[in-house]
């Protein structure tokens, strides 16, 4: 495998890439740098006929859509992808929203941490093969990433966070319970941890714990336990068995799938999804320029939270407390929001893709 050798990369700002200059190896610094003469190996003809696709031929029809990108005029004019600006995707997907940038002038470095979704943004995005450069990796290891590159800090980084439609679309992935399909739910299929495992295993207090938490699911001690007596019957190991085991604990009261939440929750701690966006986000600090800005769409209140709080933390340059004679320096100022409030998708965008109804935009510039 040959690593591409981007010309913009020789400009990258930050700590210089000596090490990538010539190299070519297959995993530089621990990442899988995806190439282009990989690409050649999901030419149009053999992209059809993947193992997926015989068993769940439902979703053959449906392979060649990937993901509507969210908000796409809002991130541009946010991001103001220009040439010579150099932005962080750190959720590529189908790269939708990375072709925008690159559109628009941008380098981009698009990182996920699904194969699949990465062959597909290389397969889209070829047009833009000097500018585009991705790279396997999960968002919370951005720093290491970056400086794997030779890059020391970047104009923009995106995250817009969650599963896309394809992986939730995709019953052999076992994030839906509207088809039958293993219980994985993993985004990274190298990850050890799947769907089947934590249901089978994990005590009963822990998955009661996790779908309050991560669910925000009022019933869920009586899910855990409906779960734990079925499991000592036989193990849980499909999206719909899980489904038939929670809908005897939550009687079905409206239009929405009583197992939602508890499905939600798995698979957030399936992926470890709020500690990874945690920790990007403290990441995130140094690794923008002057000027740099960060943004984040977020499709649930737990991550909303944690963004808001984050970049409202960091925005006052004075903070004040009744003890204090007069305000303080606050230590951890570091960006200017162009808005306090979050950006939502207008009527016409929720109408024309459903899934961005819960979709939440938060922008913060470095000072
Ligand atoms: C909502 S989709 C992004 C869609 C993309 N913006 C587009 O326009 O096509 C989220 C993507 O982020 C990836 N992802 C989620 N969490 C991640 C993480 N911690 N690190 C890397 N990739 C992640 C998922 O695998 C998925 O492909």
Known sequence: MIIPIKPWLDRA??????GLRGSR?????????????????????????TPDSLLFPNFTHRMEFYHDPILAP????????????????????????AEWLLRHGAHVIGCDQDQDALNHAERRLAAYEDAFLPVRGNFRDMDSILAGLGIGQVDGILLDLGVSSRQLDNPARGFSFREDGPLDMRMDDRAALTAKELVNEWEE?????????????????????????????????TTFALSEV????????????????VFQAIRIAVNAELEALETALEKAVALLAPKGV????TFHSLEDRIVKRFMHRRSNP????????APRPNPDFCFHLPSRRAIEPGEKETRDNPRSRSAKLRVAIKV
């Open 205 to 237: 207090e822990e998955l009661i714990r996790i779908f309050r938490e991560y669910g925000e699911e009022r019933r869920a001690a009586r899910v855990a336990r409906e779960i734990v007596k079925a499991r000592a019957l036989q193990p849980i190991e």
């Open 25 to 49: 190896s297959a995993v530089w610094n621990g990442l899988a740098l995806s190439s282009n003469v990989e690409m050649d190996e999901f030419s149009p003809p053999c992209w059809g006929a």
């Open 294 to 297: 960060l943004a984040i769409i």
């Open 318 to 325: 004075f903070i004040d407390r009744p003890e204090w004679s």
């Open 13 to 18: 700002n930050g700590t210089g890439h000596a």
């Open 246 to 261: 929670v809908a005897r604990a939550i009687p079905k009261t409206s239009a929405k799938n009583p197992a939602t939440k």
């Open 74 to 97: 809002e991130i541009l004019a946010a991001m103001e992808p220009v040439a010579g600006k150099q932005i962080l995707d750190g959720t590529v997907g189908g790269g939708g929203h």
